[in-house]
């Protein structure tokens, strides 16, 4: 079992910067590929990023590549994801999974623990 705990949501105006955290329990977290999912009102979950056991390998959807940046401390069982360049349509609820592999996947079904969100709200 893996639990997730994710932080570092809040408010912030278009242009700005925030950084989120998921600190994870569990002796697997190196084994596992680690993603960030967003979720905007009315609209379906959809992968942000995605990164490999090792941190080695990484994957970006269109919308955020150069401009977000997701890492792992496999020391710390926390894994990060900064995002800069906010704009408006980057507002959602985002979600830390815990991957059911090492290696990463932008399918939902690839991923076997959830956490509870965060809420990212970008103004204009």
């Known amino acids: 079992q893996v639990q997730l705990v994710e932080s570092g949501g809040g408010l912030v105006q278009a242009g700005g910067s925030l950084r989120l955290s998921c600190a994870a329990s569990?002796?697997?977290?190196?084994?596992?590929?680690m993603g960030w999912f967003r979720q905007a009102p009315g609209k379906e979950r959809e992968s942000v990023a995605t990164?490999?056991?090792?941190?080695?390998?990484?994957y970006y959807a269109d919308f955020v590549k150069g401009r977000f940046a997701i890492s792992r401390d496999n020391a710390k069982n926390t894994v990060y994801l900064q995002m800069n360049s906010l704009k408006p349509e980057d507002t959602a609820v985002y979600y830390c999974?815990?991957?059911?592999?090492?290696?990463?996947?932008?399918?939902?079904?690839?991923?076997?623990?959830w956490g509870q969100g965060t809420q990212v709200t970008v103004s204009s």
């Open positions: 999974a815990a991957g059911r592999g090492y290696w990463g996947a932008r399918e939902r079904s690839s991923y076997d623990f």
């Open positions: 569990g002796r697997t977290f190196s084994g596992r590929a």
């Open positions: 990164i490999s056991g090792n941190g080695g390998s990484t």
